[in-house]
């Protein structure tokens, strides 16, 4: 950092007069105005020069990066970095100036180098915790879920646990908003403890269930929690405890229509439900594809933005796949229409997961692949009855699920009920 006496007066005093002129500044203005003014006041200076290089590369009225943003991400860091250890400040600035930079090496393929920030960010957070007394560790969650990403699912499930620990602490049992404890039941399941994955799911259920006695709008949340419950018993082979828990999702779900779900908060559900669906194991039998794949259990929010790209982009190469193997299906329904009923399966979750933040668009977007996938799986059930019934059965809860989710509880209703007689277990109201 250079002396005061090595800085033009000139540009001492233009500096000062943005900050303290009565027009807007822009960004831009702000930031060369901070760089000039940190040379000569470090202590004063330094912590809002990296917090405006931060707001520097991403442009919220336009919606765009800036096409230096790497840069200003390592020029923030820098920055934090030369303030005063000493200064109480000097951590949280220092965090913050990090969490952008690591989105920016994430971007730009950098991913090594994302993940060792990361690290950074977490060894912050421990210090802080630490100090501080407070139980939940910052930047566990962001190290967690790019260990997930990497496939290093041992370790991101050893630091979720941690997590989920801390999180029940603080809330004294009460943790209502379920996005770490997803997150933590898919990294048990991904690194192969699934026992684990199940109680922890068994766990979420039973706080949804205890949300929605308090909330009844948290109702349509906790029919969520049950058929996403129900799916992975099934994953793992627990037919009779999946078979209980669709009665239990019944009998919710028939509430729902029979009010019109009027108390139901959709939009917490919806998202709820998209996460939901990156556990229902509908990858599991792609083969892993190059490059980072997205964590279960985690919002797309949280993903890294070149994982999230690869995913969502690649639904334009799904749809073609699947276009080309309806073509072989027709010919060969033998070879062919089942594995069409599985790859279509993956083009609607992806999609789905895509859309659901599109509030205005997300029903009419989604709603046809859903029903195409039901029509699918009647061909297959028509076809070979064996693998067909049960598969018709899951992709009609499937679209059960996505229509509650859309609020159209009546037909939800409907869906689920048809399902529950191919999967032999229709009795009941």
Known sequence: MKHAGTVDQDDIMRARNVLLASGRRTPRE???????????????????????LQGL?????TGRRHAASLALGEEAVAAARSMDPADPARADVLYGALDTYQRELYDA???????????????IGRA????SGEPVVAGLYGWATGLSEE?????????LTELVGAVRSEESGRWALPWPHLAWIAALQDAGRCGEALDGFQAVVD??????????????????????????????????QAACVRQEARAVLAGLAGTGGRHSCSGRQRSFWAVLLTLSGAESGRPPSEGPRPPSGVEPLHWS???RRRYFDSRHALREEVDTLAVRAAEDPDRHLAALVRLHRVLTIRSAVHWQNRTHLFADRVRPLFDEGVELARRLSRHDPAEGTPTLARTLIDRSAFRAAARDFGPALDDFREALHCLGEADGP
């Open 151 to 159: 496939g290093r699912y041992a370790e991101a499930a050893d630091a």
């Open 109 to 123: 393929g950098r991913r090594a180098e994302g993940l060792a920030t990361r690290a950074e960010m977490l060894a």
């Open 57 to 61: 590369t991403y442009d919220t009225a």
């Open 30 to 52: 702000e930031v060369d105005a901070y760089r000039v003014l940190a040379r000569v006041s470090p202590a004063s200076y330094l912590p809002l020069l990296a917090r405006a």
């Open 305 to 307: 933005s070149d994982a």
């Open 207 to 240: 706080s949804e269930t205890a949300e929605a006695a308090k909330d009844p709008g948290l109702t349509a949340c906790r029919l969520q929690a049950l058929v996403g419950h129900a799916r992975m018993l099934d994953l793992h082979g627990r037919g009779e």
């Open 128 to 131: 802080q915790a630490e100090r």
